[in-house]
Structures are given as C-alpha cells and as structure tokens.
C-alpha cells in the first residue's frame, strides 16, 4: 500500500507561480512513475503531468510550456511547479501513482486562481 499526501495548494494571482509537492509513503524509486491529476467540480478527473525513472515526463497540452514535474527520491517527493498560472488552472490537484496494478491517489491540494 502507497500513501500519498499533497501540499502547497492555496490562492494564487493569474501569471503568478506555486509549487505542490507530493510525499509518498513509499520510496519514488521504487515507482514506475508519478502522475498529477486535477479536477473541477462537475468534471473528470483530467490528467496533468507524469514522470518516470527513465526520464521521461509526460504533460497535458493546456500546461506543457508552463508546468514542470519533477522527482525528489531522497526526500520521496514528486513536485509539480507551476508557472504562468491561469484562471483554468483552479482545480484540486492529486497525485497518483499504480503499485502492483492498483492506483493509489493522494486526498488532494485544492488551488485556486482568482485575481
């Protein structure tokens, strides 16, 4: 079992930045990947970002240029640094990660965007 827990959310100006991290319970390396979700009110749960141990990163077209996910394995985090934030940007943020083919998501940081 995997316990994940995110931070950093709060209210932040459009074009301002945040960074959110996620710790998990397990060692990262052990991880194939981490991915970072969002989700508003009344819609899906839509994927954000991801990263692998081989260096791959994966993001959503609406945050590539403006997003960076990165991994942390001695302090067992996986950021998210967001950058030029946008009003579209309001959402609860989860991390997510899939350990012997079961998904596992953290309780979520809440962001809000709002001039």
């Known amino acids: 079992q995997v316990q994940l827990v995110e931070s950093g959310g709060g209210l932040v100006q459009p074009g301002g930045s945040l960074t959110l991290s996620c710790l998990s319970s397990?060692?990262?390396?052990?991880?194939?990947?981490i991915a970072w979700y969002r989700q508003v009110p009344g819609k899906d749960r839509e994927f954000v970002a991801a990263?692998?141990?081989?260096?791959?990163?994966l993001y959503a077209d609406s945050v590539k240029g403006r997003f960076t996910i990165s991994g942390d394995s001695a302090k067992n985090t996986v950021s998210l640094q967001m950058a030029n934030i946008e009003f579209e940007d309001t959402a609860v943020y989860y991390c997510?990660?899939?350990?012997?083919?079961?998904?596992?998501w953290g309780p979520g940081a809440r962001v809000t965007v709002s001039s």
């Open positions: 997510e990660v899939v350990y012997g083919g079961i998904p596992y």
């Open positions: 990263t692998a141990w081989r260096g791959m990163e």
């Open positions: 397990m060692s990262i390396s052990n991880l194939s990947s």
